[in-house]
């Protein structure tokens, strides 16, 4: 990294939890289908151990001890089969586009911050926004108490610009108010000793002040 320029990626949707739960989430769906499935249809899941001989055999037993019903049962599983299915593929899409991922650029030898992050695809798939150096005001972090604090809280870093705003380095869009950009993805898994360590330094790059509350003072 040069000593002028800083550039921390973000993950946005393509975190390891993400991952994890959009995995949860279809091979519980596809479960849940087969079952209501298999209810519907009178057959067995149990494939492991079926041989070509004496298969309608080893179905009518499987039917016969089979212990849900169609109606209502099987058509509840098939409903939340499909509701989880397609949720989860709607979570892997997001992963495969990498909503949110991107990274914020500091470039002080040209005066001015970028921020970009991949959209939806279409128009918005890019979303590049410039800064004028200039119109740093500061760095804040801002701390969300969860239903258990400390432990399931957020931590949010903004960056917080003053006046004129330019999505492309040659436009120009004035703002007559304060505002202040997210720098890190909500429920972003830092911790306040990392948010207080990136927080500094990058006010410290900035040389902005940095208003930040220790979690313990809520």
Request: charged share 25%.
């Given at each position: 990294m040069q000593k002028d320029i800083r550039r921390y990626s973000i993950s946005g949707a393509r975190r390891l939890s993400n991952f994890w739960w959009t995995s949860i989430l279809f091979l519980g769906s596809s479960g849940f289908l087969l079952t209501g499935l298999a209810c519907y249809f009178?057959?067995?899941?149990?494939?492991?151990?079926?041989?070509?001989?004496?298969?309608?055999?080893?179905a009518s037993l499987a039917a016969s001890a089979l212990p849900l019903q169609f109606?209502?049962?099987?058509?509840?599983?098939?409903?939340?089969?499909?509701?989880?299915?397609?949720?989860?593929l709607y979570l892997g899409l997001t992963l495969?586009?990498?909503?949110?991922?991107?990274?914020?650029?500091?470039?002080?030898?040209?005066?001015?911050?970028?921020?970009?992050?991949?959209?939806?695809p279409g128009q918005t798939r890019r979303i590049n926004f410039y800064y004028p150096w200039e119109d740093i005001l500061?760095?804040?972090?801002?701390f969300q108490k969860g239903f258990v604090p400390l432990r399931n809280s957020q931590y949010t870093l903004f960056l917080q610009?003053?006046?004129?705003?330019?999505?492309?380095?040659?436009?120009l869009d004035g703002y007559p108010k304060t505002y202040q950009i997210p720098l890190t993805h909500i429920g972003?898994?830092?911790?306040?000793?990392?948010?207080?360590?990136?927080?500094s330094a990058l006010a410290k790059f900035l040389q902005v002040s940095l208003n930040m509350q220790h979690p313990e003072s809520y």
């Open positions: 009178q057959k067995s899941l149990l494939i492991l151990g079926l041989r070509p001989s004496g298969l309608e055999s080893q109606f209502p049962q099987g058509l509840v599983m098939i409903f939340y089969g499909f509701l989880g299915f397609f949720l989860s495969f586009w990498g909503l949110g991922s991107g990274f914020n650029e500091f470039n002080k030898r040209e005066a001015y911050v970028r921020i970009f992050r991949w959209g939806f500061g760095i804040r972090v801002e610009i003053r006046g004129n705003v330019k999505r492309t380095k040659g436009d972003e898994p830092l911790t306040f000793e990392e948010m207080e360590k990136q927080a």
